[in-house]
């Protein structure tokens, strides 16, 4: 089969997955408020170039409101307002995006290190004029000292509970938080993390149910509290590398002048 053959066999599958988009349920309105529209115009990319990109499968397009956007979005009840948050492997914008859309307040960064990706999110972010969204392309593991501290990490189960707060809790301020988006294991995972997650600095750890009256069966959130030393000395160590490097630039670009 040629390229082209492959392309039209793409572009039909993401049509008719495109034609599978329920409509939106009725919890959606009060969910996305005044973003409502948006939402609706980020189910119909997610359903139509989403899956042409093969960023979502078409199998996940029946489901996609409350499985994906619905799900995603309840995370909001336990974040405060005025937060920095950062979606950890962001992908498609899940749940970085349904955040955005269901809460003005936050600011976000959707961090994921694939270009393709990345380039989908732009287009989103840009179409849906999400002002409190920023894409940052990038492995979280490099972005240590790099990216300004956050408040609250996300993510949605796209690593066992142990090797995402590797990955998320150095990104934290002191005393932030990483809450992830976990399936009916949730509680296992976080027993066998205990240990690990001690020594990435995390002081309190509990899981929480959320999205009562929105979505059935309920959203299962694991929530992880740093203390004052967010990822432990591995990650203190890095930050004070990419301190050193960030002033050595300085200097050099000061000295050129």
């Known amino acids: 089969m040629g390229s082209t ?34 939402a609706v115009r980020y189910a119909e990319l997610l359903a139509d170039a989403g899956v042409r990109r093969g960023l979502i499968g078409p199998r996940e397009v029946p489901r996609l409101w409350e499985r994906h956007l619905l799900n995603c979005a309840v995370l909001s009840e336990v974040i405060p307002r005025d937060m920095t948050v950062c979606d950890v492997g962001s992908g498609a914008g899940l749940p970085g995006i349904p955040l955005a859309l269901a809460r003005p307040d936050l600011h976000i960064t959707l961090l994921e290190p694939l270009l393709r990706r990345t380039t989908f999110l732009d287009e989103v972010v840009k179409l849906l004029s ?33 090797r995402l707060a590797g990955w998320g809790l150095p990104l934290l301020r002191p005393h932030g938080e990483m809450t992830v988006l976990k399936g009916d294991t949730a509680e ?55 301190a050193r490097a960030s002033r050595a630039a300085k200097s050099t670009g000061r000295r050129r002048h």
Do not use: I
Not at 5 to 19: K, P
Not at 145 to 152: A, I, M, Q, S, T
Not at 189 to 197: F, G, S
């Open 130 to 162: 999400l002002s409190n969204v920023t894409v940052v392309r990038g492995r979280a593991e490099e972005m240590v000292g790099k990216l300004p501290p956050v408040d609250v990490v996300t993510a949605r189960a796209v690593a066992p509970l142990e």
């Open 5 to 38: 053959e492959r392309t039209v066999l793409v572009t039909e599958a993401a049509a008719e997955a495109a034609a599978e988009l329920p409509a939106p349920p009725e919890q959606a309105q009060a969910v996305f408020g005044e973003r409502f529209a948006d």
């Open 188 to 242: 296992e995972e976080l027993k066998a993390a205990r240990a690990a997650l001690g020594r990435l600095g995390a002081v309190e750890t509990s899981v929480v149910q959320v999205g009562d009256g929105v979505v059935d069966p309920l959203s299962t959130v694991v929530r992880v509290v740093v203390g004052e030393s967010p990822g432990g000395v591995r990650a203190a160590t890095r930050r004070a590398k990419a």
